[in-house]
């Protein structure tokens, strides 16, 4: 009778330290799990704003770029300035304004000081926008924000080497003609109508963006 005994008691010992060795062995998994849970979790909580600004910079680089090629294409390319006036459809003309005032000639301003007013006001803009930019909480809102960075930077790079900005774009219809424009104060104008957009449609009503803008 004691040999059975004593021959269980090992086993029983063995037993008992595998079933203790298996629980501290899923012990570090669970905690690998729960961390990478934690930093999903983090991450989520975490404002967006980072997920777009390289979309953000995308479009104000592209814009930037469209705008004074087209810029130049018309005022070297196509000698606009010695040609006047260039027929493009029945209701879109190409015709050379050198714009001293803000998007679609408002404001004009003679003289250096309105120049380099003008030319500080479009770069503490392009600061401020490009701020905003990294709270951006929609691609939406930053490509949005990408237009106006890109359109303000066009024009006050043409403020600083021309003296003032070149518009080109002439619509008219039925005896009407709207303002003198470019490629960056269009870019402008959608930038505004996409943040808009943005602002009040019924998703971001119903769900605001973490962290404010």
Request: zero cysteines; a positive charge; glycine letters at 10%.
């Amino acid at each position: 009778m004691p040999r059975p005994f004593a021959n269980t008691m090992p086993r029983a010992k063995l037993q008992s330290k595998k079933r203790v060795s298996k629980k501290t062995a899923k012990k570090p998994a669970a905690r690998g799990r729960t961390g990478a849970r934690a930093k999903a979790e983090q991450a989520l909580s975490q404002p967006s704003g980072h997920r777009y600004f390289g979309t953000g910079l995308l479009v104000a680089g592209v814009t930037f770029a469209l705008d004074q090629i087209t810029k130049y294409a018309v005022l070297y390319g196509l000698d606009l300035a010695t040609r006047g006036k260039i027929y493009v459809t029945p209701f879109v003309d190409f015709i050379l304004a050198m714009n001293r005032g803000i998007s679609y000639g408002l404001f004009p301003q003679d003289g250096e000081l309105g120049r380099w007013v003008l030319f500080s006001i479009k770069i503490a803009a392009s600061v401020l926008f490009l701020v905003w930019l990294r709270r951006a909480a929609t691609p939406l809102t930053a490509a949005a924000l990408g237009l106006l960075i890109g359109g303000a930077l066009g024009n006050a790079l043409d403020r600083a080497i021309q003296g003032a900005v070149i518009d080109f774009v002439s619509l008219h219809a039925y005896g009407f003609r709207w303002y003198v424009f470019n490629l960056a104060d269009a870019a402008v104008v959608a930038g505004v109508v996409g943040l808009l957009y943005d602002a009040f449609s019924p998703n971001a009503l119903k769900s605001p963006p973490k962290g404010g803008i």
